[in-house]
């Protein structure tokens, strides 16, 4: 069942690194985002696929984890992404992608999940750094890094409470995510 | 498996109107939207849900439907959407909502084909006075109505050429949508 997927797809920011994850599951996991709906069908992201632990760490330097916790500054050499998808805007074919960055983020890691793999979607990179290492042509624009491997921690979803939405880490190191109530999300409206 | 449910998840534009789509299932779809990644988890999207015929009415007036089938002005009365759910940025929350918007929708469109139905993402919209006629308050702002029902059309997906990206209707009004290759979406990179 979908939801059961949706429930296991936790932002996951710590795996075994030493766990590949191999070009054709990457593949797999593009073809995915490849078959979801696009604005006006114009498909304008395309994708670097990594996998290669040099290239793997040139991106981590670029990252920025989990900005709430302040106390930790990103996964640990051994507990870190062993795969990424860079996420990018091909401005030759259009700059305006509307919606198709979740949508396709979202097949991405469903199907990650699907596969014993969890990620997390990242949007704090130093993009401009980024481009230069991985000499990625400018008519590209990273919109978002998908860091992937197999999940080294346990995630939980608690109720929010007194719109305290930040996540939070236990002493046990589980990580806390409050989601807000069904209640909370729906908006009364007159014909309800 | 999750591929099989993202290749029928096409945008469906007709539907069997007579076909009521309950509250309940509304809620649970919103569920999954609820429970799905939220950039840093602020979690600033509300939703409307509709599902009576003089609303549903009210809204399909205010919709643009398939901006390439020109001769064509949306579903006919009888193949109309019976459901909808407009989804709202509430801006008191936080006007930045990143990839949320297509993470949500995409989360519950796969779980409405889960469920027997089908649904477009609309954009296309007249958002000031849609937002009027419902009387939905200044802090929520629309961004986007994703229409819902038991789909009447057959949806079908095919490889793009010469970069003609345009969806098209043959003369059975079997709707044809192009679709990139998975080697057009995978930037060549120096580690491969």
Chains 1, 2 share one sequence.
């Not at 992201?45 to 670029?62: D, G, H, M, R, S």
């Not at 990179?125 to 921690?153: D, H, M, N, S, T």
Request: aromatic letters at 10%.
């Amino acid at each position: 069942m979908l939801k059961d997927l949706i429930k296991k797809n936790r932002s996951y920011r710590r795996f075994y690194q030493e766990k590949q994850v191999s070009k054709e599951v990457l593949k797999e996991l593009i073809d995915l985002a490849r078959l979801s709906a696009s604005a006006r069908n114009v498909q304008p992201l395309k994708y670097i696929l990594v996998n290669k632990p040099e290239t793997n760490a040139k991106i981590f330097k670029y990252l920025t984890w989990a900005g709430y916790l302040t106390d930790w500054h990103g996964p640990e050499e051994g507990e870190r992404p062993s795969a990424y998808i860079i996420m990018l805007n091909d401005t030759n074919i259009s700059s305006n992608y509307f919606s198709d960055d979740g949508i396709c983020s979202q097949s991405i890691l469903l199907g990650a999940v699907e596969q014993g793999l969890g990620g997390c979607i990242i949007g704090s990179i130093e993009r401009i750094e980024l481009q230069k290492e991985l000499k990625i042509p400018l008519q590209y624009k990273i919109i978002q890094v998908i860091a992937l491997g197999f999940p080294k921690e346990e995630v939980v979803i608690e109720d929010l409470k007194d719109n305290n939405f930040k996540y939070w880490r236990d002493s046990k190191q589980v990580h806390h995510v409050p989601k807000r109530s069904l209640n909370e999300l729906i908006i009364n409206f007159e014909e309800t």
